[in-house]
């Protein structure tokens, strides 16, 4: 009986050090990432982040920290790519009763290429379920972070501006070719910039982490800013 009631007085003990050792914190704040301007929006975004962390002081002034939270994030992309119009559009223009073949080799002959040249910028909006780990070094009120997160994607939107140009369309009247206005009616555009809000994940990782560093300040016990 007296070694039930020994091990129960240390399971007291450890609990009451750990208990001083060990809290929990709410944080919440921005993220704000710098963008290149382009027609999808300013110069900068801001995302909300909130986590709530365990902290637990290993020694004096230094603690371990691991959160569970939420991140709204930005990622910006671009990407170019190349479309033969006359091999898009082959089925339909011979169905119309157009020589394809001819044209091409008319033009090619000529060194001129029917291409449109497409270039898209894009900027997803990401919000990342995200789990953080790190180390604090607390100097009087003053506290260095050092360590690292990973995040799990739980929803994203895309927002993207495409940039059309056929280069041959505009030096080249399609009407001298074909006087029926046919080729105009199944081709683009020479030039055009279109706008568009798509939900596909294409490119976007499932998973990311990263390092993080900071630095914070204690304004009274209860209350520290960090960046």
């Not at 050090?17 to 975004?45: D, R, Y």
Request: hydrophobic share 40%.
């Amino acid at each position: 009986m007296k070694y039930i009631i020994s091990f129960l007085g240390l399971i007291l003990i450890c609990n009451s050090l750990i208990a001083q050792k060990f809290s929990i914190e709410p944080n919440v704040g921005i993220n704000i990432m710098p963008f290149p301007e382009t027609g999808t929006g300013v110069n900068h975004k801001i995302g909300f982040a909130g986590t709530v962390s365990g902290k637990y002081e290993i020694l004096d002034n230094l603690t371990v920290n691991l959160g569970i939270g939420v991140s709204d994030r930005r990622l910006q992309y671009q990407f170019s790519d190349t479309i033969s119009l006359l091999d898009s559009y082959r089925t339909l223009l011979q169905t119309a009763g157009v020589d394809v073949d001819e044209i091409d080799s008319t033009l090619q002959a000529n060194g001129l290429y029917l291409n449109q040249f497409n270039k898209t910028y894009g900027v997803a909006n990401l919000l990342h379920f995200e789990i953080p780990i790190s180390a604090t070094y607390e100097w009087k009120s003053i506290q260095f972070t050092a360590g690292g997160y990973v995040g799990f994607r739980i929803k994203s939107t895309k927002i993207e501006e495409v940039t059309s140009n056929v280069p041959l369309l505009q030096t080249v009247d399609l009407n001298t070719l074909d006087t029926t206005g046919t080729l105009s009616f199944f081709f683009p555009p020479a030039y055009k910039v279109s706008s568009s809000v798509i939900s596909n994940e294409d490119n976007l990782d499932k998973i990311i982490y990263g390092i993080r560093l900071g630095v914070g300040y204690t304004y009274d016990s209860h209350l520290s800013f960090n960046a």
